[in-house]
């Protein structure tokens, strides 16, 4: 794994594959322009002539895109097939994921659950990203993601049970609403504090390499992520440890209210790939075929060499940050529509697959009202559903119940009995 | 001043004056209640003078004292007028040990005693020739040859404990039995017959000097890589019990080298633990043995390195994490508080974290304030976490044992200065299966008349300190608290309840320190037991100096000075 440090001082030894114009008998040859030197780290050519790498390239990486804007496939490009299943089930969660970001946001507006979190004008790289991915492979997300549980299994149902906090949430009550996490879905558990995960991930890679499984970690983050500290520590962690982590960028121009011209002055993220040794692509995020195609692509890349990748998906944060925001007071709302209108990826995408013979507007009127019913629905029996029990207070804490929380308990159950009728009668005991 | 022993105001009594008359009255009380218990315990009457002498003295400070070398039996009764006559002596650190003896140069020391003319009356002094002799035999490489870091030059050097020799010492105050050529018997000559000695002293961190001389005299030090070479066999040592000795580092090497052999999942990671051997050699020849992948050198980056080692926690790894001193693991406090203390919980249960971070805590010797805090509080009150505060080294084998082995995320607060401590370790504690229990406190000295908790380094000068209060009649009973988080509250509590008076003990800052929820925890559950106001002796509350008197002065240290406090306390 890791070469042995002393020896990497060693001049001569140059481990990477960048390579410098030397020629070959490096020795013998005296070229002005090719004279190369060893310093710690390798060998690198010098030049007499001072020159400084300029700070923004001439042109700006170009971004890989398959469909254009009407969904007709861009001549020339390459991109993974997709057949009719897929492709249908990629629409319909692509679907369901807005209409669930609608109606729960809703909920919250009304004051039924206490915050909510949209991934719209992002369901592209949701669904798109799940799909191209295996089951196997382990999730640590940011927050803007719930895509990819949808893709996996996890019901309307279980998310409403996490939003309103139920009995029968998998979190116990634990987090706030949109922290979802499912072990069995190799989704880890939402946390707050922005880009913990990415060094984390490399933390997971380390640990799943020994597994041997043909499997990788996917960690996601946004454009004001890549700020944190933690960001360059993962990334740098991971290319030095060779953990086969996808690092996905999703740059949807804002941070809250901070746009990405405030959030760095590179060319977007993908060039900070090459700063840490990680090989980079930028994709169109609002493009599923894309997407998928992309995310496939590297994949195969981190499992099959063992070394990490990032990939920059860009696209537009039509919501507003979260329920605690209105994007309307910082950007403007032609901005916003246009992005929810001409550029939305289920509209291009749906174009592609009903020209495909696919779909058709009978399967989407149906889609949409058995989705809008079964989430309303959902939502009902979340808030009729119990709360957890005064019990999950205090496990989890440590492994087992230490004796003061043990004691904790006991003291709390004897004031409840004491004082029975002030004790809330919604929480079961 | 370092030391939390109160202010004496006009009438040198050493309480707030609003609790005054109460208090007093409660003396009465108390009194009268352990006189009988002082009579049928045999104890002398010579006490209640000295007490009475204590209430009626404006000037309290130095009457009282008496030397704990005077007579093993009963103390004599100091008259009041007298001059203080007899002191004990300990040792100072390197290169500062000729200024507690020539009392002139320590103006800026008002610990130090007023009388200047006292100690140190020239060369062919017994006392400064053993002295210089301990300063000769200091070197500044370890015994490999190698250069030692700046501030670790006598690593290794004083294979013993000096300062805490307290430790090894027979509870009943014997000395031991060691043939140091005379050396210590000239030098207790010296101090017995030195009249007009300063009664303050102070006892410095380092080298007691006596032990200085014994040390020499009885070990060898020993290249330490693991646990066969890290044991030193003392025998001259009258110990019943196995008389194997071992460094604190050592006892940490070899728990790590242990653990990790049991479990391939256990690993180590953090900066120069691996081709460096540690920065305090805790982590030496574990890279050799068990190979880059299991022993990681990181980058400089806390908050990388801790959140690796959480995410690989997540996954099933162990993960130990380093940090070269707990003050740089505030860059990752992130990580460790809330993802890696909260996970299990906000996850319910889906995400256990079995990580270990550990590494130095709390002041080292002139590191300034950005190396020197101690973080027991700031852990200790963060549900989800397991904090640890070795003292020994059973203690330090025992409990990183047991924080490996461990599924929920725990903190290991060492010492810096303990490293190089050596005590000794039963035939139990050298097994590889060997661990103690996480949340049982120890119970270090029995005593009967006030508790001192501690943890770290502090426990050895409550030891020191108990050691003095027992030569003047109060006996102490001193309780290594080993688990910060679960505080074992029940130890504490029935330790109070027995001799109804409490001192806490710590380095670290006083406001919401370790002291505090003991005093808190032990006030509701305990109110009626206690005879006194618990006391809190914590560092002082500004961030630490770096200068070697301000440094002593920011710290607590153990003084042998007739605290009028302890006085009360004393029936």
């Known amino acids: ?429 | 001043m370092g030391c939390g022993v109160s202010r004496l105001d006009a009438n040198g009594m050493a309480i707030p004056a609003r609790l005054r008359p109460i208090f007093l009255q409660r003396l009465e009380e108390i009194k009268l209640r352990r006189q009988n218990r002082h009579l049928n315990a045999g104890s002398t009457p010579s006490k209640k003078e000295l007490l009475l002498h204590a209430m009626d003295d404006d000037d309290n400070a130095s009457h009282h004292q008496h030397s704990p070398r005077a007579s093993k039996s009963v103390p004599s009764t100091p008259k009041k007028g007298d001059k203080m006559s007899k002191t004990e002596i300990y040792g100072k650190e390197n290169g500062i040990v000729a200024n507690i003896i020539n009392n002139n140069n320590n103006k800026d020391d008002d610990v130090v005693a007023k009388e200047s003319n006292s100690i140190g009356k020239g060369k062919n002094d017994p006392k400064e020739s053993a002295i210089e002799g301990a300063k000769a035999n200091m070197k500044d490489e370890d015994d490999d040859g190698n250069e030692r870091m700046i501030g670790h030059e006598d690593d290794d050097a004083f294979p013993g404990s000096p300062s805490f020799r307290v430790y090894f010492k027979d509870i009943n105050g014997e000395d031991d039995h060691i043939d140091d050529n005379g050396k210590r018997d000239a030098f207790k000559d010296a101090v017995s017959s030195d009249d007009g000695i300063s009664p303050m002293v102070v006892i410095r961190r380092e080298e007691d000097m006596l032990g200085i001389v014994r040390q020499r005299v009885a070990c060898k030090a020993n290249p330490v890589s693991s646990l066969e070479q890290g044991i030193r066999l003392i025998a001259s040592r009258a110990f019943s019990s196995s008389a194997k000795e071992m460094t604190v580092r050592d006892a940490l090497n070899s728990a790590l080298d242990e653990e990790m052999s049991a479990d391939p999942k256990v690993f180590i990671m953090g900066e120069e633990v691996g081709e460096y051997q540690g920065a305090y050699k805790i982590t030496k020849g574990l890279l050799d043995k068990y190979g880059p992948e299991r022993v990681v050198d990181t980058p400089i980056t806390e908050a990388g390195f801790t959140g690796i080692g959480v995410g690989a926690a997540y996954y099933g790894l162990r993960p130990v994490i380093e940090f070269m001193t707990f003050n740089f693991s505030m860059q990752a406090i992130d990580h460790i508080i809330n993802s890696a203390a909260k996970s299990n919980y906000m996850s319910a249960g889906q995400i256990s974290v079995p990580i270990v971070f550990r590494g130095p805590n709390g002041a080292a010797a002139g590191v300034g304030a950005q190396h020197s805090q101690c973080y027991a509080a700031w852990y200790g009150a963060c549900p989800g976490l397991k904090v640890l505060a070795p003292y020994s080294s059973e203690d330090a084998r025992g409990l990183l044992k047991a924080a490996i082995r461990d599924p929920d995320p725990v903190v290991f607060l060492e010492n810096e200065l303990l490293y190089g401590e050596s005590f000794p370790v039963s035939a139990e504690a050298l097994d590889s299966s060997f661990s103690l229990p996480i949340g049982k406190a120890k119970i270090e000295r029995e005593g009967r008349d006030v508790t001192i908790t501690a943890f770290s380094k502090m426990v050895g000068y409550a030891l020191q300190a108990a050691e003095i209060l027992a030569k003047e009649g109060i006996s102490a009973e001193v309780i290594n608290l080993r688990s910060i988080r679960p505080l074992d509250r029940s130890t504490i509590n029935a330790s109070v309840r027995k001799t109804n008076r409490l001192v806490t003990l710590e380095e670290g800052f006083p406001q919401h320190g370790v002291g505090a929820e003991i005093c808190a925890s032990v006030v509701e559950e305990s109110f009626e037991y206690l005879d006194a106001p618990v006391e809190r002796i914590a560092g002082a509350d500004v961030p630490m100096p770096y200068a070697a008197n301000l440094e002593r002065l920011a710290v607590p240290q153990v003084l042998i000075s007739s605290c009028p406090y302890i006085n009360y306390f004393v029936f």
């Open chain 1, 1 to 429: 794994m890791v070469f042995r440090r002393f020896e990497s001082a060693r001049a001569g030894e140059a481990e990477e594959a960048v390579t410098y114009s030397t020629s070959d008998d490096d020795d013998e040859i005296y070229d002005a322009e090719n004279k190369a030197i060893d310093f710690p780290g390798g060998r690198v050519a010098f030049t007499p002539q001072i020159k400084f790498i300029s700070e923004s390239p001439d042109k700006r990486i170009p971004c890989y895109r398959v469909l254009d804007d009407d969904g007709y496939p861009i001549a020339g490009s390459t991109y993974e097939q997709v057949d009719k299943e897929t492709a249908v089930k990629m629409y319909k969660s692509m679907v369901t994921l807005q209409i669930m970001d609608t109606i729960f946001y809703e909920a919250q507006r009304q004051g039924r659950i206490s915050f909510y979190l949209t991934s719209m004008g992002e369901e592209a790289i949701n669904i798109a990203t799940a799909a191209a991915l295996s089951f196997d492979d382990i999730i640590l997300p940011q927050y803007r993601e719930p895509g990819i549980l949808l893709w996996r299994g996890f019901t309307l149902q279980e998310f409403a049970n996490q939003c309103f906090g139920t009995k029968d949430d998998y979190g116990k009550g634990r987090q706030m609403p949109i922290h979802y996490g499912s072990k069995q879905h190799n989704f880890f558990t939402i946390s707050s504090p922005i880009a913990t995960q990415l060094p984390q991930a490399a933390g997971v890679a380390y640990s799943l390499k020994m597994d041997n499984k043909e499997a990788c970690v996917v960690a996601f983050t946004g454009d004001g992520g890549t700020s944190e500290g933690d960001f360059h520590a993962g990334m740098n962690f991971a290319a030095v440890m060779e953990a086969p982590v996808l690092f996905i960028c999703r740059n949807n121009g804002w941070a809250i209210s901070t746009p990405v011209s405030e959030q760095f002055r590179s060319d977007g993220v993908v060039v900070k790939g090459q700063a840490y040794g990680i090989r980079s692509i930028r994709v169109d995020g609002n493009d599923t075929l894309a997407v998928y195609s992309a995310i496939r692509a590297a994949r195969e890349m981190v499992i099959r060499e063992q070394k990490p990748v990032l990939v920059e998906a860009l696209t537009y944060r039509v919501g507003h940050h979260s329920t605690s925001d209105d994007s309307t007071k910082y950007r403007p709302l032609d901005e916003i529509e246009h992005w929810k209108t001409a550029r939305s990826p289920l509209a291009r995408f749906r174009k592609w697959v009903q020209r495909n013979g696919w779909w058709n507007d009978e399967g989407e009127t149906e889609l949409r009202g058995s989705i809008r019913k079964q989430l309303l629905n959902a939502i009902q029996v979340a808030e009729k559903t119990e709360k957890p029990s005064l019990e999950d207070l205090f496990t989890d804490v440590y492994d087992n119940l230490p004796l003061n929380l043990h004691e904790q308990e006991k003291s709390l159950r004897e004031t409840i009995k004491r004082h029975q009728k002030d004790f809330p009668s919604d929480v079961p005991v």
